[in-house]
């Protein structure tokens, strides 16, 4: 519990630093874009500290592919 929580102020403690120069200089599309990846990062970090087992990305790509895999297949007569 106290490595998720020293993580999460990591992560604040970053986003604190950074955020209110792109936002004196009007970037939104930026910030929004920052924020998404730091909350991925941070929520990623928390899950190894946690030593969760986390699923490959593979599995998304191949749940993707199989389906385009197949229709293509048919499509050409593979």
Same mark, same amino acid.
């Given at each position: $519990?106290?490595?998720?929580?020293? +993580? ?8 604190? !630093?950074?955020?209110? &120069?792109?936002?004196? !200089? %009007? %970037?939104? !599309?930026? $910030?929004? +874009?920052?924020?998404? $990846?730091? &909350?991925? &990062? ?6 190894? +500290? ?12 191949? $749940? ?6 197949? #229709?293509?297949?048919?499509? #050409? &007569? #593979?």
């Amino acid at each position: $519990m106290l490595a998720t929580i020293i +993580v999460i102020c990591i992560g604040l403690a970053i986003a604190v !630093k950074d955020l209110p &120069g792109l936002y004196r !200089k %009007r %970037r939104f !599309k930026d $910030m929004l +874009v920052y924020i998404l $990846m730091l &909350g991925l &990062g941070t929520w990623l970090s928390v899950l190894a +500290v946690k030593l969760e087992v986390t699923p490959s990305p593979l599995i998304l790509i191949e $749940m993707i592919y199989n389906p385009i895999n197949t #229709f293509v297949s048919h499509l #050409f &007569g #593979f």
